[in-house]
């Protein structure tokens, strides 16, 4: 995404190795991006690898990854899956297509998240509950709905 964001072309993406487009962290004039904000300043960072971008590095800061000694599993799923483990300091991250599963591929009332979606499901009062978008009569569900739903299975044991 920020590749795309950038305007950098996207072919390190479409064969092996996928390497990174982008190696260190720049802080530029965010006035050709955002000319609404001519004064902002832009924050690049480096990707981890061709399929673990920016936003995974984002996210190991924001969750402090890089600082812990204690085991912790970071998941961040999207369009791709990306996985980063830290155990003792070190640090190791992977990312898979993740896309149709979000979009209920092989499911046999799955779609996207969009109006129709179910996209929450609970329980409440003991009885399961669920959240279209669109506060429409629901279509199909969606990952987030799929996810919410086994662990409601889960927790009810069935």
């Known amino acids: ?50 399929f673990v971008g920016a936003d995974t590095v984002g996210c190991i800061l924001a969750a402090g990854l890089h600082k812990t000694k204690e085991t912790v599993l970071l998941v961040d799923i999207g369009t791709n899956g990306e996985m980063v483990l830290t155990h003792r300091g070190q640090l190791a991250a992977c990312s898979t297509a993740a896309g149709p599963a979000l979009e209920g591929a092989n499911i046999r009332f799955g779609m996207r998240g969009a109006s129709g979606a179910i996209d929450h499901v609970y329980l409440e009062s003991g009885k399961v509950r669920c959240t279209v978008i669109g506060e429409e009569i629901a279509a199909g569900i969606c990952g987030s709905g799929i996810v919410d739903a086994v662990a409601v299975m889960l927790e009810q044991s069935i």
């Open 1 to 50: 995404m920020q590749q795309l964001f950038l305007g950098i072309p996207v072919d390190n993406l479409a064969a092996v190795p996928f390497s990174p487009a982008i190696t260190k962290a720049a802080i530029d004039s965010a006035a050709k991006y955002l000319p609404l904000c001519p004064k902002a300043k832009l924050l690049t960072i480096p990707d981890i690898s061709g």
